[in-house]
């Protein structure tokens, strides 16, 4: 199986910035699409950002022009770099990737993290 680990999270004053991590690892041949998520305390889970596996990007209204997206796929990671950072922005943050698992087959399956808390207060 494909396991998904994120990184990165923390406490974070209002404006200051933040950089997650997303480290894919397992059985993985090759990674498709990835995308992080969150999910605010009673919230439902909201589409961040997305990337596919040739860099192209599409980000929700609410963080373009703060958050940026980006990938290395040597390392089968994602990154999120998280900028003039909000009280709104406190949530879990949780990564997604589309994994192409074997050679003989072009099945992709999704797989998530178990997400990373960023807390933004003064």
């Known amino acids: 199986q494909v396991s998904l680990v994120e990184s990165g999270g923390g406490l974070v004053q209002p404006g200051g910035s933040l950089r997650l991590s997303c480290v894919a690892s397992?059985?993985?041949?090759?990674?498709?699409?990835m995308a992080w998520y969150r999910q605010a305390l009673g919230k439902q889970r909201e589409l961040v950002a997305f990337?596919?596996?040739?860099?192209?990007?599409k980000y929700a209204d609410s963080v373009k022009g703060q958050f940026t997206i980006s990938r290395d796929n040597a390392k089968n990671t994602v990154y999120l770099q998280m900028n003039s950072l909000k009280p709104e922005d406190t949530a879990v943050y949780s990564c997604y990737a589309a994994v192409r698992t074997a050679r003989f087959s072009t099945d992709e399956f999704g797989y998530w993290g178990q997400g990373t808390q960023v807390t933004v207060s003064s």
């Open positions: 990337i596919t596996s040739g860099g192209s990007t």
């Open positions: 397992g059985r993985i041949f090759s990674i498709n699409n």
